[in-house]
Nanobody, 115 residues
Framework: QVQLVESGGGLVQPGGSLRLSCVASGSIFTRYTISWYRQAPGKQRELVATATPGGTTNYADSVKGRFTISRDNVKNTVYLQMNSLKPEDTAVYYC?????????WGQGTQVTVSS
């Protein structure tokens, strides 16, 4: 089992940047694929970015070129660097760890992009 705790959310103006962190504990972090999801009010949760144990990354089309996912296996942490933020990026951002059929969610962190 793995526990995930997100942080780094907040209020930012359009065009600004934020870096989200997801700290994992309780299991072998390096074996897990870690993903960031987001859910805006009234919308379904959507996949934003994924980082595999081997270092492969994937992004939703809506964030390509603006967001970067990275992992620090020494610190058991995955980051989501978000640049050029837009109002439509406003959502609760969740970290998810998956290994085979097992999956774990963090509690989420709010990101609000507004002037």
């Amino acid at each position: 089992q793995v526990q995930l705790v997100e942080s780094g959310g907040g209020l930012v103006q359009p065009g600004g940047s934020l870096r989200l962190s997801c700290v994992a504990s309780g299991s072998i972090f390096t074996r897990y694929t870690i993903s960031w999801y987001r859910q805006a009010p009234g919308k379904q949760r959507e996949l934003v970015a994924t980082a595999t144990p081997g270092g492969t990354t994937n992004y939703a089309d809506s964030v390509k070129g603006r967001f970067t996912i990275s992992r620090d296996n020494v610190k058991n942490t995955v980051y989501l660097q978000m640049n050029s933020l837009k109002p439509e990026d406003t959502a609760v951002y969740y970290c998810r760890g998956t290994l085979g059929l097992m999956g774990y969610w963090g509690q989420g962190t709010q990101v609000t992009v507004s002037s």
